[in-house]
């Protein structure tokens, strides 16, 4: 493993000579900021160092990807680049900082909109892109999202959905909160698929008396998708609830067959999407911002 030979190494992470100072000293962003956006990028001369914060960000993700964000530690990612813990705090602060690169580096890719897509299409396949990534990535939802500042990959994504909303007549603080409003959808309905597989999971290694560590790509999908806690939910109701005790669930399930004719064909992620797009759509027509005649 390399070592940090760096004059002014110690066992405790120092403070880069270079950090600039918090926003409440200087009235101006924090430092976590100006570092996420580049803004404070340490001008040194002589040759580029060997570490650098990508690396480090990089490393971190894969660890995640691999074991969940739990396995991230600054020990973890020290032995994953083969340098000492020390020489990571030269280039992020701490953990606190790592967790907020992250969470803008794993947005670096935006989704690929045709161009002259209509604001709808292009909202659709944008939130479908968020709920996606998340879903490929679990680890993302445990982040401390509400801490976390917006980093320009992140507010890539932002620039992305107010050109799909350009054509329409809005002021700009309510596309702001129709693009917000979507954002808070595709983090419910990440986390409501998530959690329900981490559960369904869980119960598959319980009965299989397999070790709480056991990744789930060693477990049988068939099994996992059998254990999810609401597989069942809509038999369940119409099996059990009682006109007493829940009259209204008895009532609309009592002749419910199992099928419906008229009722969504898509997944439950596209359904979701919709019934919320069909919400903004009816917002714009009382705007004005769209046509009130049906088109």
Request: glycine letters at 8%; proline letters at 8%; aromatic letters at 6%.
């Amino acid at each position: 493993m390399s070592t940090d030979t760096t004059p002014g190494s110690s066992d405790r992470p120092q403070v880069p000579a270079d950090q600039p100072q918090d926003a409440g000293a200087t009235g101006e962003l924090p430092a976590v900021v100006r570092r996420l956006w580049g803004a404070d990028a340490p001008r040194r001369r002589g040759p580029k160092p060997a570490l650098s914060t990508g690396q480090i960000v990089q490393a971190a993700i894969d660890l995640a990807d691999a074991e969940g964000l739990a396995s991230v530690s600054m020990a973890r990612i020290a032995e994953a680049v083969g340098y000492t813990p020390m020489a990571l705090y030269r280039h992020v602060s701490g953990k606190d900082e790592l967790l907020v690169l992250m969470a803008d580096a794993v947005a670096k890719d935006l989704p690929d909109l045709p161009a002259g897509v209509g604001w709808r299409a292009g909202l659709e396949a944008w939130t479908r892109a968020q709920i996606d990534m998340g879903l490929d990535r679990p680890w993302f939802l445990d982040l401390p999202l509400s801490a976390a500042p917006p980093g320009p990959n992140r507010v890539r994504w932002m620039d992305q959905a107010f050109g799909v909303l350009r054509g329409l007549d809005l002021p700009a603080d309510e596309k702001l909160a129709i693009v917000g409003l979507l954002a808070q959808h595709v983090l419910g309905e990440a986390r409501v698929h998530i959690e329900t597989r981490r559960a369904a999971a869980q119960r598959v290694r319980q009965e299989a008396g397999l070790p709480d560590t056991t990744p789930d790509s060693e477990l049988d999908p068939a099994a996992i998708e059998a254990a999810d806690p609401y597989a069942d939910f809509d038999t369940m109701i119409a099996r059990l609830a009682d006109p007493t005790t829940y009259p209204h669930l008895f009532e609309a399930f009592a002749a419910w067959t199992g099928t419906s004719t008229d009722g969504p064909t898509e997944d439950d992620i596209t359904f979701g999407i919709g019934v919320v797009l069909d919400g903004i759509e009816a917002f714009l027509r009382r705007r004005g911002a769209l046509p009130d005649d049906g088109s």
